[in-house]
């Protein structure tokens, strides 16, 4: 069963992003090593092509990376495990690093399908010698008040999966909360803007490889 995002988008925003699994890289330097990344998610990782922003920032700082996304309008953990595709993906795609989120996951139900499906995925990445890291997303603006809850949900289950915790969420709250600025939602109030893509970026590149 799919988890309900409570995506607020229009029908030509949706009509926009069903689905892709693209690949995006910078040409490398003679023998630098390419770090191979994997997204796995729904919408909140491809509006503003998060993985492309990554591999740029990685670029800007003298890293070559290869990123590749599995995403879909909805989806959760439970259902790429169902497609099969990210299975195949993990097992085939020699990555260095294999990125995931859901829906905000505040709720108890939300909660456990994160750590239990992560734990199933953490296993498909030790076996193919991938690193598992989880990718905190934040509730919808009319939801601001289960930041918390969010929280909880992504710390609990990179813990409990021995994962790196990309803190995204964490960091738009203090962020918002000392500002009062909400720039980092875009016009539905629950997608990114652009400005919060990049810190999602920038966050999840720093919790990888350091400052």
């Known amino acids: 069963m799919k988890q309900h995002l ?77 497609d099969n595709k990210l299975q195949l993906l993990i097992s085939n795609g020699k990555f260095d690093y294999v990125i995931v989120q859901q829906g905000p996951s505040s709720g108890t139900s939300g909660r456990e399908m994160l750590i239990r499906d992560g734990q199933r995925i953490r296993k498909m990445c030790k076996k193919a010698g991938s690193r598992l890291a989880f990718y905190m997303v934040w509730p919808s603006k009319g ?27 964490q960091v738009w709250k203090e962020y918002i909360d000392s500002k009062n600025d909400y720039s980092y939602y875009g016009p539905d109030d629950f997608h990114p803007s652009l400005q919060g893509s990049e810190v999602a970026a920038e966050v999840i590149y720093n919790s990888i490889y350091g400052n």
């Open 143 to 169: 939801n601001y008040r289960l930041f918390d809850s969010v929280i909880k949900s992504y710390t609990e289950a990179a813990e409990k999966a021995d994962a790196i915790l990309c803190p995204v969420g």
């Open 6 to 82: 409570h995506f607020f988008c229009s029908i030509v925003f949706c009509a926009l992003f069903l689905s892709f699994s693209v690949s995006w890289r910078a040409a490398p330097t003679a023998g630098q090593k390419v770090d191979k990344v994997l997204f796995v998610g729904n919408s909140l990782t491809y509006t503003n092509d998060l993985p492309a922003l990554f591999a740029r920032l990685g670029k800007s700082r003298g890293r070559e990376i290869e990123v590749q996304s599995l995403t879909y309008p909805n989806y959760a953990l439970e259902d790429h495990l169902a």
